[in-house]
């Protein structure tokens, strides 16, 4: 069974922990944890800092970020292990408020990708710093509309700037990136507008945290936060801040 299947689920059943929601992937998963599959197609790195980052202003005093990176459940779990870190929500971001709800954002018509709103102390972890781990270890920049085993624009890599200095990091960052040939793929990340960030349903918040030995999140998630800690070891907390939201 797909993931969007089991997401919905998921939803319908109120709790990821129910008996249907762990039998519908069993016998999949199995199958991918028995190959040991890797579905990204390049290996987490550490990608050379931006050149261009934020100044940061004296005293402590808290931005936001909002990335997308394919599923928000792995993604948000490494930002939630990240020192500077206050807050990390799951979410849609690119498309309206009126389609902001996850069965309709998985038709991939909607303009949303699943995303991930970051708190975080710039006197502790720039913006620039939480972009090279994004593009390090949190998802891999050089898939086109996916990530893994998801498919569609619900799941491509994007950065939605929350301000005019974001917008010019992020941009350099990319280009950066790109001229540098750190992947042996071009950098299919998009630097977008940032029209809204709607928070996801509440069974989505903190899915990694909870849920750590689901099959999905096994193979696909966990070891992003091995290599955050292998990668990062500065950055790195071993207690994940879990999210605080307002959720549906």
């Known amino acids: 069974m797909d993931k969007l299947s089991t997401k919905t689920n998921a939803a319908n059943a109120g709790t990821p922990w129910t008996k249907g929601l762990l039998a519908a992937c069993a016998l999949g998963a199995a199958l991918l944890l028995s190959q040991k599959l890797a579905f990204s197609s390049e290996a987490a790195k550490v990608v050379p800092a931006p050149v261009s980052d934020e100044q940061v202003a004296a005293g402590e005093h808290a931005e936001t ?35 902001a709800q996850y069965e309709r954002v998985s038709g991939g018509d ?37 990530q893994g085993p998801d498919s569609g624009t619900q799941y491509r890599s994007a950065v939605f700037p929350a301000n005019d200095m974001q917008r ?70 071993t207690q994940p801040v879990l999210a605080k939201v307002d959720v549906r």
Not at 65 to 84: D, K, T
Not at 87 to 99: I, M, P, Q
Not at 115 to 139: C, E, M, N, R
């Open 65 to 99: 970020a909002v990335f997308a990176g394919g599923c928000f459940w792995g993604v948000q779990g490494v930002f939630q292990h990240v020192r500077g870190v206050s807050n990390v929500v799951s979410g849609y971001a690119g498309g309206s408020r009126d389609t």
């Open 110 to 146: 909607t303009g949303h990708a699943e995303s991930v709103q970051i708190t975080y102390d710039p006197a502790q972890v720039t913006y620039g710093k939480l972009l090279q781990i994004f593009f390090s270890v949190a998802h891999d920049p050089t898939e086109l509309n996916r």
């Open 168 to 237: 010019k990091v992020a941009q350099a960052y990319v280009a950066q990136i790109d001229h540098a040939k750190v992947f042996s793929n071009a950098v299919a990340t998009k630097v977008e507008p940032l029209r809204g960030f709607y928070p996801a349903e509440s069974y989505h918040q903190n899915f990694l945290t909870r849920n750590p030995s689901y099959p999905y999140i096994v193979v696909n998630d966990l070891p992003k936060i091995d290599d955050l800690k292998r990668l990062f070891p500065d950055m790195y907390r």
